[in-house]
């Protein structure tokens, strides 16, 4: 098991245009996490799932994010409409365990660019 | 709302100096942590913290939680350069487990 992997690491694209982030969690773990983090801040939590369902979204996933784990496996987020705003590095994160066992791991992130 | 705060947000040290990194939360948390981020880069577990007076130390670092103060520190002894990086506080309380970050401390230790 190699850990959580993203796909692709960077992406620039232009103003308008559509793009979709992939998310591989580290096997079995059911918990899938999207996080994205602005130069000089802290990353900031986007939306949850718990194996294929996704059960919370920030007030940050505007209409034109969607996310999905359909098969309670791998993630995809989508942007559409791309705005400058987006440019940010977006990170995937997957936890397993419970209670005092839980542990969530990161990905190594994808970079944005929106020119 | 849970807000998570740090300080300072930019420190710098020289090699051989000891300097303590502060975290505070404004609710109650059931876990707090401690990560790495070198540029550019992911994120890197330090710490996991889970309980009143739980101290944790790995080489150079050590990391304590008072949560009666809701308060965490990061203790830096005796810095050299590898250490230089972003440091994040984080904490989760909803079920979701989801993470509440600080806005980091950029800690660079000068030769």
């Known amino acids: 098991d190699t850990g959580v992997s993203q796909d692709p690491r960077h992406k620039i694209t232009k103003r308008g245009q559509n793009v979709t982030f992939r998310c591989d969690p580290i096997?079995?773990?059911?918990?899938l996490y999207w996080y994205r983090q602005t130069l000089g801040q802290g990353p900031e939590f986007l939306t949850y799932f718990q194996n294929e369902a996704q059960l919370e979204k920030s007030r940050l996933l505007s209409d034109r994010f969607s996310a999905e784990r359909p098969k309670g496996s791998f993630s995809t987020l989508e942007i559409q409409r791309t705005e400058q705003g987006d440019s940010a590095m977006y990170l995937c994160?997957?936890?397993?365990?419970?209670?005092?066992?839980?542990?969530?791991?990161f990905g190594p992130g994808t970079r944005l660019t929106v020119l | 709302e849970l807000k998570v705060e740090q300080n300072p947000l930019f420190l710098s040290m020289q090699e051989g100096k000891n300097y303590t990194i502060y975290c505070n939360y404004s609710t109650t948390s059931d876990r707090l942590y401690w990560y790495r981020q070198d540029p550019g880069k992911s994120l890197e577990s330090l710490f996991v913290?889970?309980?009143?007076?739980a101290v944790k130390q790995e080489g150079r670092l050590m990391a304590s939680l008072d949560t009666k103060a809701r308060l965490s520190t990061l203790h830096i002894t005796a810095a050299v350069h590898d250490l230089s990086a972003t440091y994040f506080c984080?904490?989760?309380?909803?079920?979701?487990?989801?993470?509440?970050f600080g806005t980091g401390t950029l800690l660079a230790v000068q030769p």
């Open positions: 994160a997957s936890g397993s365990g419970l209670g005092i066992w839980y542990t969530q791991y």
């Open positions: 984080a904490v989760d309380k909803s079920a979701t487990n989801k993470l509440i």
């Open positions: 913290l889970l309980s009143n007076g």
């Open positions: 096997s079995e773990h059911n918990r």
